[in-house]
T-cell receptor, first 112, second 111 residues
Framework: NAGVTQTPKFQVLKTGQSMTLQCAQDMNHEYMSWYRQDPGMGLRLIHYSVGAGITDQGEVPNGYNVSRSTTEDFPLRLLSAAPSQTSVYFC???????????FGSGTQLSVL | QKEVEQDPGPLSVPEGAIVSLNCTYSNSAFQYFMWYRQYSRKGPELLMYTYSSGNKEDGRFTAQVDKSSKYISLFIRDSQPSDSATYLCAILNNQGGKLIFGQGTELSVKP
């Protein structure tokens, strides 16, 4: 039982490059979300999805895109990376947003 | 201003002490209140969950919610070195599914 799988674990980008952070869950959860974690800022919600085909913006959506074509996958796309996007990114899922959230192990992203 | 505010600490206490962690929130539409614990270099894990005003106990942990004051607390009794972690409050606006976290409080329990 893999739970929530994030790839890659580490990534270094140059300013202006684009990339996709992958997130997959095998628990048939409807709710999935992406957070970024910065020192002293806690977890900030980027985007979330309550089911396949449905996405919505969180607290800090600018510079990021998401899509939810399947229940299992919820990729996060950085369109043109900026140093301000250097952070640790967590993907999470649950059956419902008011239930226990299961987190992936995180992706540490550095933008130079 | 964030919708959920939490004192980031750090907080350092001796083993056996009672720890009090707190959050305030601004939106009365928030209905579900959670505490997550995060060890270094790991993803957060759910510790406590409640949706009503009052207290909820689980072993050494007590979650308290005061909706009239928009204030939530987590108490840890007989704190242990293994409790050393970052504690994050999380609050759900049930109108849409946004789960918002506080900044997290870094706790260190010294033997």
């Amino acid at each position: 039982n893999a739970g929530v799988t994030q790839t890659p674990k580490f990534q270094v980008l140059k300013t202006g490059q684009s990339m996709t952070l992958q997130c997959a869950q095998d628990m048939n959860h409807e709710y999935m979300s992406w957070y970024r974690q910065d020192p002293g800022m806690g977890l900030r919600l980027i985007h979330y999805s309550v089911g396949a085909g449905i996405t919505d913006q969180g607290e800090v959506p600018n510079g990021y895109n998401v899509s939810r074509s399947t229940t299992e996958d919820f990729p996060l796309r950085l369109l043109s990376a900026a140093p301000s996007q250097t952070s640790v990114y967590f993907c999470a899922s649950s059956r419902d947003p008011n239930e226990k959230l299961f987190f992936g192990s995180g992706t540490q992203l550095s933008v130079l | 201003q964030k919708e959920v505010e939490q004192d980031p600490g750090p907080l350092s206490v001796p083993e056996g002490a009672i720890v009090s962690l707190n959050c305030t929130y601004s939106n009365s539409a928030f209905q579900y209140f959670m505490w997550y614990r995060q060890y270094s270099r790991k993803g957060p894990e759910l510790l406590m969950y409640t949706y009503s005003s009052g207290n909820k106990e689980d072993g050494r942990f007590t979650a308290q919610v005061d909706k009239s004051s928009k204030y939530i607390s987590l108490f840890i009794r007989d704190s242990q070195p293994s409790d050393s972690a970052t504690y994050l409050c999380a609050i759900l606006n049930n109108q849409g599914g946004k789960l918002i976290f506080g900044q997290g409080t870094e706790l260190s329990v010294k033997p």
